[in-house]
């Protein structure tokens, strides 16, 4: 005859399962708030992003048209802007990353909405998450890329998050009219 548990193991399997979830949120949010926050701000484009302080920048390229982070875990962080030149829409822009993508990656995960567009996946052993935003009538393409070592990746998992929620257009020396 199979063993079936009791409803009173049952419920006692509940209890504890929502316990320890209740005693291990206050430690992922204590996690979170540790993590300082800089902001970054083209002036060209009027891109602005948030990235934790763990990320360093690299040198302000002549273009001035975004900048580069890295941090101490391997990760790596790009953020750029751009006229949309090839005057791509949402659909558009998704067939020519994919056709221009490097060899090693490939992409897992796609999202899109009206005026953005997320692809993510593996590159060589590391995870990549890149967001794409355009403004200013689709005139201007805003966008980031991260990568990380896929052993981070629940870690990441939250930054990623934050970081894709803060990319926004706006006003810079070269856009004119709403973002």
């Not at 979830?21 to 083209?42: C, D, H, M, Q, T």
Request: charged residues 25%.
């Amino acid at each position: 005859m199979p063993c079936t548990p009791s409803s009173a193991t049952l419920r006692i399997s509940r209890r504890a399962l929502i316990a320890g979830a209740l005693v291990s949120l206050p430690g992922v949010a204590w996690a979170e708030k540790r993590e300082s926050w800089k902001s970054y701000f083209n002036s060209r484009y009027g891109t602005s992003i948030e990235y934790p302080s763990r990320f360093k920048p690299g040198a302000a390229p002549d273009a001035d048209d975004g900048l580069r982070f890295n941090s101490d875990d391997g990760a790596e962080l790009a953020v750029w802007a751009s006229f949309n030149a090839l005057d791509h829409d949402i659909p558009g822009l998704e067939d020519f990353l994919r056709e221009s993508r490097k060899a090693d990656e490939k992409i897992t995960y796609r999202a899109t909405g009206k005026n953005w567009l997320v692809l993510s996946g593996t590159r060589g052993d590391k995870v990549f998450y890149t967001r794409y935003l355009l403004s200013h009538r689709n005139e201007v393409e805003n966008a980031f890329d991260i990568s990380y070592p896929a052993a981070l990746a629940a870690a990441y998992d939250p930054i990623v998050a934050r970081i894709a929620k803060s990319l926004k257009g706006g006003r810079g020396f070269q856009t004119s009219g709403k973002p």
